[in-house]
């Protein structure tokens, strides 16, 4: 019987993250397709340089914005140009004057030489509505 109850209240749990997960996706989805509410953005970083680092190292990446515009700001979407960047999005909406960052981790093991990677950002913005984020870092080879 414990083990019963135990599987419903995991299969429940998940259950609820995944609806919770659905319902940012609604929210984002909507704001994303009601042009009336759409916003302005100015991107404080949008590009990055971050010299050489060893291989095998985990480089914290972040590019700040500001909502310039009258309504909530919404992040539908942060894409990595490959697998070796996670990246994160804000799950909330930035209020207007507002700032918020677009934070990834590039994982630099097996990627010596200089590398050039890019977020692809999608938001609700008037004009237009993806951006791209751009870093680059030179990965220096490990001794053998």
Not at 83 to 101: K, L, M, R, S
């Amino acid at each position: 019987m414990r083990h019963l109850l135990f599987a419903t209240l995991v299969v429940s749990f998940i259950a609820s993250g995944c609806n919770g997960g659905a319902k940012k996706d609604k929210v984002a989805n909507t704001a994303l397709a009601d042009t009336a509410r759409y916003t302005t953005i100015e991107w404080l970083d949008s590009a990055r340089d971050f010299g050489k680092i060893p291989e095998g190292q985990k480089l914290d990446v972040a590019f700040r914005f500001r909502n310039t515009g009258t309504t909530p700001l919404v992040i539908g979407q942060v894409r990595p140009s490959c697998g070796c960047t996670i990246a994160e999005q804000p799950q909330e909406p930035v209020a207007p004057g507002g700032e918020g960052q677009i934070k990834a981790v590039f994982n630099s093991e097996g990627r010596s030489g200089i590398n050039h990677k890019s977020l692809f950002v999608t938001a609700n913005t008037k004009g237009r509505q993806d951006y791209s984020l751009q870093f680059v870092v030179e990965v220096e080879k490990k001794a053998s």
